[in-house]
């Protein structure tokens, strides 16, 4: 058998190309075509998961996900047949859980002991937790906290204490003080009592990976987010994000009005500098997974200590970047596919190398 890699998409979204395919998903077939392998798209549904396994555990020699789990209704199947793939020799690119490691917001704390995550960042996963260490947390600052769904910028939320706040005998902020929070969807305000809006973020913490992650505010976002598209351990691209030019703005999608910027990679020395240096300890802290094919981190720009420039990470994607407005790049994704496998077949179990 030659090798074959299939690639699962979702159907639907308003985002898609001819015959409802991803437009950067044909240009990968194509250049692995070059390669001499061959692909294919398969769009994944729950009802033909038995089906849809049955075929590429046959036939592919490794799988691309290409799915934003948030397409999906629950996640849940789909994951399920990806580590069966994998565990049944198709090489995963990303295996499932290095896609939630890389990709749920308490990725941050998992690499607070990179130089990448302030050291007062938190994840909660329990109310009574998130309502002691968050009002504590407010009296040193202001805070962002953060849902783990979506990346629309819903239920993140920029949160300040309004006037001079007396701490509590317990080295809390009351429940009864002022907060002004702005939500990064829109970059709306809300002028609320703490202990109310406490009690609204409970929502976050319900479900399946439920959690709210607690970060420090980065004033200097309004200079932009510099999102990284890194194709395994090469940066390939920036995405500069800029706020709206308006008071309260910190938010870098495009629905509340940013701007977006391509650039290279060679216009952030210092960052890729920093990316490269600390992506081994990264892979090793969330947990040891194969480096994701295409993945996106981005940063914040804060303050160092001599008045130079540092880098803070917000956020990881790893379950559906896409390159759209760069299809130059199939030819080296393809590269990468075929160089990544080929260097696995070496120790593969399923076709050893020789036989002793
Ligand atoms: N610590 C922070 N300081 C300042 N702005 C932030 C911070 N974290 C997030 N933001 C802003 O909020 C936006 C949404 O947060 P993000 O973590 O990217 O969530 P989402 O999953 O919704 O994209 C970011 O694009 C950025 O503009
Ligand atoms: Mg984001």
Known sequence: MGNHVVIFEARGGSDKGQYGYRNDSMPIVKSLLKQSWTA????????YRGEIYKYAVENATAYISRINPGNLEDETGYFQMLRELVSHGVEGLPHPDAMTAYGAKNALTKLT??????????????????KDQFRKNL????????????????????????????PTENGHAPNDAMVRCTEAK????EERELGDFIDFC???????????????FMPRIVEGEIRVLMLRRTPVYVVHKKPAQTKDAFS??????A??????????????????????????KLGGYAIPLLWTADFMLDDGPDGTDTYVLGEINASCVGFTTHLELADQVANEVVGFIEAEDIVNKRWPAYRV
């Not at 294919?40 to 009802?47: H, K, R, S, T, V």
């Not at 829109?186 to 305000?189: G, Q, T, Y």
């Not at 409970?202 to 420090?216: C, E, S, T, W």
């Open 40 to 47: 294919e798209i398969i769009f994944y549904e729950d009802e």
């Open 113 to 130: 002991e990179t130089e990448l995550v302030p050291d007062d960042t938190y994840a909660y996963y329990d109310f009574e937790e998130f």
């Open 139 to 166: 009296l040193n600052g202001v805070r962002v906290l953060k849902q783990n769904r979506g990346s629309t910028g819903e239920g993140i939320w920029r949160v300040e204490l309004i006037g001079d706040v007396k």
């Open 186 to 189: 829109d970059n709306h305000v």
């Open 202 to 216: 409970a929502q976050y913490l319900g479900g399946r990976n439920g959690m709210i992650v607690d970060m420090p």
């Open 252 to 257: 870098a999608t495009l629905y509340s009005g």
């Open 259 to 284: 701007e977006y910027t391509y650039q290279k990679p060679e216009e952030w020395p210092e960052l890729m500098a920093k990316v490269e240096q600390n992506l081994d300890l990264m892979i090793d």
